[in-house]
């Protein structure tokens, strides 16, 4: 047992867990519109996450709430190290090879980087803990961009209102995780200095923003089921959203490593398994 825990516990910090489940989502907005996947893409996404993210808790050496997650990092430093060599050579030789996609690439990559920069210990990048009050839209946005607008473009079948609508939806779902996740890193930003609009917001107007962009996901569902999207897919849609509805006064009082970095950013990719299930 203690040996599967281990094994959960390195799938998850060392970043390979999170990187699945951008590939998934890349993959569900395939499905969900009809194309082709393409593998150079999901490679570029794999890749490219698990350089991102190997690069922010590289550089992530601290924290005011104990986490196993921070002291496994500053354990297995180099080994992180490692992990975002690695994904940054994979995500630049497939980014090489979709070089035709390179206008929209680029700006991925750029916003990516800048997620992380004000970690670096650095004077000049440290100035832009003062001015990320919107990191958590920044944030979604750049997930809904990596794995919705990417591969629809991709797709090269030209934009539909379905399309607009989906990566609509999508932005306001990933932004409603990424507010419990800012609520629970909330003390650490503080300490840090980092300014974000959950840091001014105070639990009654932080709830109201959570449960008003769940209403936004769930009205563009709507929409897409209008658009013609079929039933199953728009109802396997919405299973996250309404679990995240029922979870918010859970997600403030856990902040437990399992709950966040297992379980919440499993929901991204829950829709995406259910319609794997229904492909079979």
Same mark, same amino acid.
Do not use: A, K, P
């Given at each position: 047992m203690n040996s599967l825990r281990s094994l959960v516990r390195f799938f998850i910090y060392s970043n390979f867990y999170i990187a699945l489940i951008a590939v998934l989502m890349t993959v569900q907005t395939s499905w969900l519109f009809n194309g082709e996947i393409s593998r150079q893409l999901l490679l570029f996404t794999g890749f490219a996450t698990l350089s991102s993210y190997s690069f922010h808790y590289y550089l992530s050496d601290h924290s005011v709430l104990p986490s196993p997650r921070v002291k496994w990092t500053l354990? @297995?430093?180099y080994? $992180? /190290?490692?992990l975002f060599i690695l994904g940054t050579a994979g995500a630049a030789w497939y980014g090489w090879r979709l070089w035709y996609f390179w206008p929209w690439l680029i700006p991925a990559v750029i916003a990516t980087f800048l997620y992380s920069a004000p970690k670096i210990p650095q004077r000049h990048f440290r100035i832009l803990r003062k001015v990320a009050i919107g990191k958590t839209? *920044? /944030?979604a946005f750049i997930?809904? @961009?990596?794995?919705a607008v990417l591969p629809l473009v991709v797709l090269k079948q030209g934009w539909t209102d379905a399309m607009r609508i989906y990566c609509i939806g999508q932005f306001f779902f990933i932004y409603a995780i990424c507010i419990l996740f800012d $609520?629970?890193?909330r003390e650490d930003d503080k300490a840090d200095g980092v300014r974000s609009l959950i840091t001014f917001l105070n639990t009654a107007n932080i709830k109201r923003l *959570? @449960? *008003?962009s769940l209403g936004i996901t769930t009205a563009c569902a709507g929409v897409l089921l209008l658009k013609g999207l079929p039933l199953l897919y728009i109802s396997l849609l919405l299973v996250p959203v309404f679990t995240l509805f029922f979870i918010y006064n859970r997600a403030v009082r856990d902040f437990s490593d399992p709950f966040y970095y297992f379980f919440l950013d499993g929901l991204m990719a829950l829709s995406a398994l259910l319609i794997a299930l229904t492909r079979i």
């Open positions: 354990y @297995y430093r080994w $992180i /190290l490692t839209i *920044f /944030l997930w809904m @961009y990596v794995t $609520i629970r890193d *959570f @449960y *008003f």
